[in-house]
DNA sequence: TCCTCTTTGAAACTACATTTCAATATTTTT
DNA sequence: AAAAATATTGAAATGTAGTTTCAAAGAGGA
């Protein structure tokens, strides 16, 4: 989407080497001057290189500086930021309504910012190619992973979701190139996701991840790579709350895309889908 | 300030000659596009060369395409519109990730209207006073029954998430009255669900129900009725996506104020499933 | 019809984003 | 502690894309 740069500079933070940091400070006080300045000046001006700048660019997944120039331009104008509320002990029914509102919609919206088109464009591509699409995801990821099986069997796409290590592995090991592995793990590091996608790496097999923005594990071996926000999570110990809203939302504009691209082959699909479940169940 | 480009360019309009007013419209129509292409691109595009684009810039009092593109760029975070958008054929994943951003959201801000106050906290309140709890749904609400169960188990609250029918009668004839059936199904007509419930009606163990808003089947078997907003699924044939999201709010609400209620304990219980994930993952 | 003023797009030009690369710092290994 | 491997850095080279120029074509007026 057409914002959300000066979020993935915060998020990036901490991950980034000393001359990007510079250039990461630098624009976080001054968004405007980006706006009006050229890579070297950037540069200069937070006492670095321009090659700084885009490697920042870069680092933040994202395609060059015109495209950072352009979220910029979209977080300057946007009204002020809701923000994440974690809910407190003795809190009221109506107050934790209000927050988990307030919550679950920003995830979304920041989710919403951090998407990259043309990685999702490949995405869309990638699976419409595919034979078969193999979910992989442990604990609340699992879910999402089955939801996302379930939305691919609907419109005639093969796909897997199981949670059992093994058994993927041994999936994968006998995986055709046309197939792909879709890893998902919010926090990027889930030791199984990781040793599925290595595998699927090393068998040439394409793969896709879905995790919280930022570098991370699982990311770093995926050919296409997205991402859900980064601060879904943060504030509330409250368990995987946001951050499952958010992934399945990102799974549903897959899914909505590749049915696009399909479109008259998916409502087909569909309706088939529809008879079928209304003929086991009413016998006509 | 970073925007008003769009507008701009109407308001100059009439003023243009040809070549820049195809510019114009070409613009206006795919703003999107802009972002991500070149002015030879755009000049082509609109069948005339780059060199317009440079000047319809400068007639517009721009210092260049640069200029353009940040304000166009601002025009673009526009607010979430109102109301659910069907998603067509053809339509570029730009306005698919913004149809979806509203629809999800949109569905969540409904749900949150429906929600009545006292028949939560009568949720709540057997929900945290029972021994056992039985999510059920088929399909999609399958899904959403075994997040809920993850959920459950996540704050020491025993929880069951079965799809097989028969498994569930058995489990729910042999019930005790401690136990609660939680019943999910977005049309409220599922039959395996309505069996369910009324075999736990008969056998008088407490039933809640998580419905799409009005009277259907499950919900009218239920002592303790949840609704989804409606209109969730109304608009696109495009399988269940607004809904599973509204389920899951809804799901999160009741989790978040059980885990209010016994503050306490509960943030006991995550940091020790996370210290048992931890001990598993690392060994430590 | 001829002249003047405007518009147009191809090609030349220029500026700036991006890549490369050698030097340097940092971490890991032995 | 030394050596090797790896990561970081900015200057310079490169290539891409924005901008300007200019000759040709068109429109309007005398």
Excluded: W
């Amino acid at each position: 989407m057409a914002a959300g740069g000066l979020k993935m500079i915060q998020n990036m933070m901490e991950q980034l080497p000393a001359s990007e940091r510079k250039i990461a400070e630098f624009i976080l006080e001054n968004p405007q001057t980006v706006l009006n300045s050229t890579v070297q000046d950037i540069g200069v001006q937070a006492h670095t290189s321009g090659a700084a700048v885009i490697r920042l660019c870069k680092s933040l997944g994202l395609n060059g500086f015109q495209d950072l120039k352009v979220r910029i331009a979209g977080d300057l104008v946007k009204p002020v930021e809701q923000g994440y509320r974690d809910i407190e002990p003795g809190e009221s029914f109506f107050s934790i309504v209000q927050k988990t509102t307030s919550n679950s919609i920003q995830s979304i919206r920041d989710s919403e910012e951090m998407i990259n088109f043309e990685e999702l464009e490949r995405a869309v591509h990638t699976l419409s190619a595919a034979q078969n699409v193999h979910f992989f995801g442990i604990g609340a990821s699992g879910i999402i992973a089955k939801d996302a099986q379930q939305k691919l069997l609907r419109i005639h796409k093969n796909a897997t979701a199981f949670t059992d290590t093994h058994l993927v592995a041994t999936l994968i090991a006998n995986a055709s190139q046309e197939d792909v592995v879709f890893g998902i793990s919010h926090s990027g590091e889930t030791s199984e996701v990781m040793k599925i996608m290595a595998l699927a790496k090393e068998r040439g097999v394409k793969t896709i991840s879905l995790t919280k923005y930022g570098q991370s594990s699982v990311s770093s071996m995926a050919d296409i790579k997205l991402f859900t926000s980064y601060s879904s999570e943060a504030p509330f110990r409250s368990a995987a709350t946001s951050s499952r809203l958010a992934q399945l939302y990102i799974m549903d504009i897959l899914f909505l895309s590749m049915a696009t691209v399909q479109y008259e082959d998916t409502i087909h699909s569909i309706d088939k889908t529809r008879e079928a479940i209304r003929f086991i169940k009413e016998g006509k």
